[in-house]
T-cell receptor, first 114, second 118 residues
Framework: GQQLNQSPQSMFIQEGEDVSMNCTSS?????WLWYKQDPGEGPVLLIA?????ELTSNGRLTAQFGITRKDSFLNISASIPSDVGIYFC??????????????FGQGTILTVHP | DAMVIQNPRYQVTQFGKPVTLSCSQT?????MYWYQQKSSQAPKLLFH???????NEADTPDNFQSRRPNTSFCFLDIRSPGLGDAAMYLC?????????????????FGPGTRLLVL
């Protein structure tokens, strides 16, 4: 089946620093989704990307859908303590019986030191 | 605001005692999903409903069942919870699964129910 490789697995940064994480796949995705999950809560959709090459911003967050459809990155600028959490990339399967089923990356655990 | 609601947020049950988790949505989406998530792992899909059509994942244990009495509500029943079933259970919705418009496949999650099995 499709797999997403997300890196890094964890990051420890100082408040104010910029953050970058990415996801890669050996197969094509038609949609890339970036979620953030706070402890004890469900994943919250941050950015959705629907077109190869698309670059989308949401406040301090910027994400891009790779032109090959096999990768995506998420950047966070000027990090703040509330950015702490687990970030997941995800994409719906592009065909077959699992059409629409989300494949998740392994997650990036972000820790921000004040 | 349109949203996905899960109740309860925390549930404690005894080993082998049936438990039901509930999910409701005001998004009027066709599809509802149930996921299991264990610590530091990505969510794992258990099953989903497209309208009234039930779709079970091949590796979902028989111990897990689901009901969707109407568009807005979906229930997860765990018939005989074991210690290994302690986890966060997430409900999600999407407008569609098979869609010519990718936005229809985007999934929106509820806040989750944390299940503890004693």
């Amino acid at each position: 089946g499709q797999q997403l490789n997300q890196s890094p697995q964890s990051m420890f940064i100082q408040e104010g620093e910029d953050v970058s994480m990415n996801c890669t796949s050996s197969s094509i995705f038609n949609t890339w989704l970036w979620y953030k999950q706070d402890p004890g809560e469900g994943p919250v959709l941050l950015i959705a990307l629907y077109k190869a090459g698309e670059l989308t911003s949401n406040g301090r967050l910027t994400a891009q859908f790779g032109i090959t459809r096999k990768d995506s990155f998420l950047n966070i600028s000027a990090s703040i303590p509330s950015d702490v959490g687990i970030y997941f990339c995800a994409g719906p399967s592009a065909g077959g019986t699992s059409y629409g089923k989300l494949t998740f990356g392994q997650g990036t655990i972000l820790t921000v030191h004040p | 605001d349109a949203m996905v609601i899960q109740n309860p947020r925390y549930q404690v049950t005894q080993f082998g005692k049936p438990v039901t988790l509930s999910c409701s949505q005001t998004l009027n989406h066709n599809v509802m999903y149930w996921y299991q998530q264990k610590s530091s792992q990505a969510p794992k899909l258990l099953f989903h409903y497209y309208d009234k059509d039930f779709n079970n994942e091949a590796d979902t244990p028989d111990n897990f069942q689901s009901r969707r009495p109407n568009t807005s509500f979906c229930f997860l029943d765990i018939r005989s919870p074991g210690l290994g079933d302690a986890a966060m259970y997430l409900c999600a919705t999407s407008r569609d699964t098979h869609s010519n418009t990718p936005k229809g496949e985007t999934q929106y999650f509820g806040p989750g129910t944390r299940l503890l099995v004693l």
